[in-house]
């Protein structure tokens, strides 16, 4: 792969909104949300829970739960063969159970979850499981299926894989078991890998061991990942780039050093704020973000950020949302009405 190549998108995510439309009302789970994903690289999504992170990765692979629905934007994944040009394929066009889609899906694109026991079937082996992912997408035997769940199972680490091929879930640790679920996402080398907080239930020795796998395996495979966590720490040591959301909406996106040395928007620098840092005196309290992230069944208007801002506008941040996200520099840009010229924020007022 050259160096033009991995500079080319694998997905690219325009204008992206999805929604559930229940009983109780309806929740604009993800709200035009913009972002690219690069050949090769790490884009980290941050932000607090509910805020649309997992939504957006079930979105990218036509898996949102009913009666969600994407209602407009456009996801475009991007296929590289070795032997003709480049293909462009309009995910948000693919019925859900279509064969395009289930060939890309697990394929091209696979998925890690947070908690294996509950991702994995426990009445099944863990060799069972990914033997059955390798036949559905690349047409082996049997046989053939099981040595190459043992060689991936090796290729992650797994201790004596040729006897704990035949192990159950349940008889195994948690780092084991997330072991075992990405070597199920990785069994058909795919092009993009989204992990969506495959760390949180684990304790820091086996995170530590599992984000550094996991780095490994992409430099290995030459793969993209999108890793979806509220751990800033985390993305600190993951990303390449950032997408931080608020509210089904991207409030911020620029390089992992930017978002953590040069940062724009106050939710940003909120979420910086309330990371414990090495000399931090003892007893003293954590920045904490003031009030609470609003009822989805009722987003303020204006940016829904703004109850909750130190740096809020009356008369602007609480009458609409900036749009579109508005470019700072090359590769970073914000959603903010801070930055926004105020001959914009006129013409907005006046329209």
């Known amino acids: 792969m050259t160096m033009m190549d991995m500079k080319q998108p694998l997905v690219k995510v325009e204008g992206l909104k999805v929604h559930f439309n229940l009983n109780e009302g309806l929740v604009r789970a993800i709200e035009d949300v913009s972002f690219e994903i690069e050949r090769g690289k790490t884009l980290g999504v941050v932000g607090e829970s509910g805020c649309g992170k997992s939504v957006t990765s079930q979105a990218i692979m036509q898996m949102v739960p009913p009666p969600g629905k994407i209602v407009s934007g456009q996801i475009t994944f991007y296929r590289y063969p070795a032997d003709r040009a480049p293909e462009a394929i309009d995910i948000t066009s693919l019925k859900p159970d279509s064969d395009a889609i289930c060939h890309i899906r697990g394929n091209e694109i696979a998925k890690i979850f947070q908690e294996p026991m509950t991702s994995l079937s426990p009445v099944h082996t863990i060799g069972t499981q990914i033997g059955e992912a390798i036949q559905l997408h690349q047409k082996v035997d049997k046989a053939e299926a099981r040595q190459r769940t043992i060689e991936i199972l090796r290729h992650v680490g797994f201790p004596q894989p040729e ?109 910086l704020r309330s990371i414990p840092y090495l000399g931090h005196k003892s007893g003293e309290k954590l ?65």
């Open 163 to 271: 006897q704990r091929v035949d192990a159950y879930p349940h008889q195994l640790s948690g780092g084991l078991r997330q072991r075992a679920m990405i070597a199920m996402a990785l069994s058909c080398h795919p092009s993009l890998l989204i992990a969506d907080e495959p760390t949180t239930a684990l304790d820091v020795t086996t995170e530590a061991q599992i984000l550094q796998l996991m780095k490994s395996l992409q430099a290995d495979l030459g793969m993209a990942i999108l890793f979806i966590t509220h751990n800033l720490g985390v993305i600190a040591k993951m990303a390449d780039d950032v997408v931080v959301m608020y509210l089904g909406k991207d409030v911020e996106y620029a390089s992992v050093d930017d978002i953590f040395y040069d940062p724009y928007h106050p939710y940003t620098h909120a979420l």
């Open 287 to 351: 920045y904490t973000i003031a009030g609470s992230i609003a009822d989805p069944y009722n987003i303020p208007k204006g940016c829904p950020f703004h109850p909750r801002c130190p740096e809020f506008m009356p008369g602007v941040c609480d009458r609409d949302q900036p749009v579109p996200i508005t470019p700072i520099k090359p590769g970073h840009s914000v959603r903010c009405w801070l930055y926004v010229d105020s001959k914009e924020k006129s013409e907005e007022h006046h329209a």
